[in-house]
């Protein structure tokens, strides 16, 4: 794989993480440097850390992970795309109000946005690439794209407030929909 075919697959891995990343900052109602870092650093964390497990167990357990993370992806950002519907469209509500910077919040978005890169990991092992190149690029790239996602979504937050946080979950709807069927349908 080349460096560019890498890049573009850091994009496409990191769609959902700008995504969620987006959402986040739109919550909060004038985002600090430290908390765009916090919020792209967890979302590049989680993505350099699920393809190396999936590269490093793939061997062992890919029959088993196949037949059920395509399941496990899709229910998990359908539970987040759902509760940020829920949130967006909740009556009487301050959306700035709603602390969108918990640590588990976080950490389960970003889990739950990098479910895929574990399968990419786990497909690395039969590639001619330097993994450390492939998950640095990754990293890189998520980070970016989740800053950017933070600042733009308080942009964006601030004219459209709870449709920022609908649009992202029915994204995260689409994205586990998008994966479930890839997964049935070859």
Same mark, same amino acid.
């Given at each position: 794989?080349?460096? &560019? ?26 985002? $600090? ?7 792209? *650093? ?6 350099? &850390?699920?393809?190396?497990?999936? =590269?490093?167990? *793939?061997? $062992? ?6 037949? =059920?993370?395509? =399941? ?13 519907? /829920? ?35 786990? *497909? ?20 970016? &794209?989740?800053? *950017?996602?933070? /600042? ?10 709870? /449709? ?6 029915? &994204? ?15």
């Amino acid at each position: 794989m080349t460096l &560019v075919g890498i890049i573009l697959l850091a994009i496409a891995l990191a769609a959902d993480s700008f995504a969620a990343s987006m959402a986040k900052g739109a919550r909060i109602f004038r985002p $600090t440097l430290g908390q765009a870092f916090l919020i792209a *650093g967890i979302f590049a964390a989680a993505q350099i &850390v699920m393809p190396f497990l999936g =590269w490093r167990i *793939g061997a $062992t357990l890919r029959p088993v992970v196949e037949r =059920w993370d395509h =399941w496990v992806a899709f229910a998990i950002l359908a539970c987040i795309g759902a509760k940020l519907i /829920y949130d967006g469209l909740r009556p009487g509500g301050d959306i700035y109000a709603r602390n969108a910077l918990t640590i588990s919040a976080l950490i389960l978005s970003a889990v739950a946005t990098s479910i895929d890169s574990l399968v990419v990991g786990f *497909g690395f092992g039969f590639l001619n690439i330097s993994i450390l190149m492939a998950l640095a690029t990754i990293g890189t790239v998520t980070f970016v &794209v989740s800053f *950017g996602g933070v /600042y733009l979504g308080r942009m964006v937050g601030r004219h459209l407030g709870e /449709y920022v946080e609908v649009g992202a979950g029915l &994204v995260l709807i689409g994205i586990g929909i998008r994966i479930l069927i890839d997964h049935l349908y070859p």
